[in-house]
């Protein structure tokens, strides 16, 4: 069966490997989609902070359970999945207290482990999650980027009322937009590209402004009023939206910080301090957030084709990734089809 490798930052191999069977506890899966996502392509280009060199990509995916391994009984050929893609420990104190997100010795499959970029692949049956029969296969390889949106405006608390502004909207700051306003908040998502503004509005996000046309605070005072906003998601990674986010929110307002940095962003904390601001960190997701993506997209409450932007073979896997490149803000979400 084929198998992608990166062995460097820019370049991928393929192999052909024999197919695997599945052990105790595991199940097999024919991969049929992979999603790319900012992560992978910090991969790409050598800017991830933890991920070596060679590595087999892939951890957004869905695709069809094909046999299954001993005392395995939940599952059965035929079904559509995908699966948690961590490894850890379960003996850390984070673990032993229900947050194995931030396990001690955490590995992600796809980076620290590796990932699914082959025709057949192994995991362990108590990380799938089923998928609805009528999900295509795009639906099903969106429910790990979903569950980020869950998981983090999960870390927000309460968003019932509340006027959230998000900051960036890639496929990531999308999302949480979206999971934002199913929890009852007030949305306002911020791009410097207009292309991305344009997606948004498509998956129902009315509020949207362009920080090269209009400052934060403006932009929070247009959609939500005098107060602005009391709660920010920074999902664009970079220090001037972080900087804005501690700059113009209400006071006493929480801002989680979802995105990766290539880049460490300054952060005037005498501006926190004096303002009592709460800056919360949020990492990944727990089974449950994707037990809960499924269910939104199912339900049609998150809306992902807009987000589509195009798909590659697997034989063209780095040509998904100079795609992205050369389409720059354009691009969403890119697939690599098995």
Not at 165 to 174: K, Q, S
Not at 203 to 218: F, M, V
Not at 250 to 258: C, L, P, Q, S
Not at 304 to 325: N, T, V
Request: glycine residues 10%; negative net charge; contains cysteine.
């Amino acid at each position: 069966m084929r198998q992608a490798v990166m062995t460097n930052p820019g370049v991928i191999e393929f192999g052909d490997i024999p197919e695997p069977a599945p052990g105790p506890g595991q199940v097999k899966v024919r991969v049929q989609r992979i999603g790319i996502c900012g992560s992978d392509i910090h991969v790409n280009k050598g800017l991830h902070p933890f991920t070596s060199y060679p590595v087999v990509q892939g951890h957004e995916w869905s695709g069809e359970i094909t046999e299954v391994g001993e005392g395995v009984s939940d599952f059965k050929p035929g079904t559509k999945v995908t699966a948690t893609p961590q490894v850890v420990c379960g003996q850390c104190a984070p673990c032993r207290r229900g947050d194995y997100n931030i396990c001690d010795s955490l590995k992600v499959k796809g980076f620290q482990a590796p990932g699914c970029a082959q025709d057949y692949w192994l995991t362990e049956a108590e990380k799938i999650i089923p998928l609805p029969d009528s999900f295509t296969w795009e639906q099903g390889a969106f429910i790990e980027p979903v569950s980020v949106g869950c998981h983090s405006t999960r870390r927000a608390g309460d968003l019932k009322g509340k006027n959230v502004a998000v900051t960036g909207a890639g496929p990531i700051g999308n999302l949480v937009a979206q999971v934002a306003r199913v929890r009852g908040a007030n949305v306002m998502i911020t791009d410097t590209s207009d292309y991305r503004l344009e997606v948004a509005k498509q998956c129902g996000i009315e509020n949207t402004s362009n920080p090269k046309q209009e400052n934060l605070k403006d932009a929070g005072r247009r959609c939500f009023g005098d107060n602005g906003f009391n709660v920010a998601f920074e999902c664009a990674g970079v220090e001037p939206a972080l900087a804005a986010a501690v700059d113009c929110i209400e006071k006493g307002g929480d801002i989680i910080a979802v995105a990766v940095y290539e880049e460490h962003p300054r952060v005037d904390m005498s501006v926190v301090g004096d303002r009592e601001l709460t800056i919360i960190g949020t990492l990944m997701y727990k089974k449950e957030d994707f037990t809960e993506a499924v269910e939104l997209v199912a339900s049609g409450q998150v809306v992902l084709e807009p987000m589509y932007s195009e798909h590659f073979p697997f034989e063209q896997f780095l040509d998904a990734y100079k795609f992205i490149d050369a389409q720059g803000e354009k691009s969403m979400k890119v697939f690599v089809d098995l």
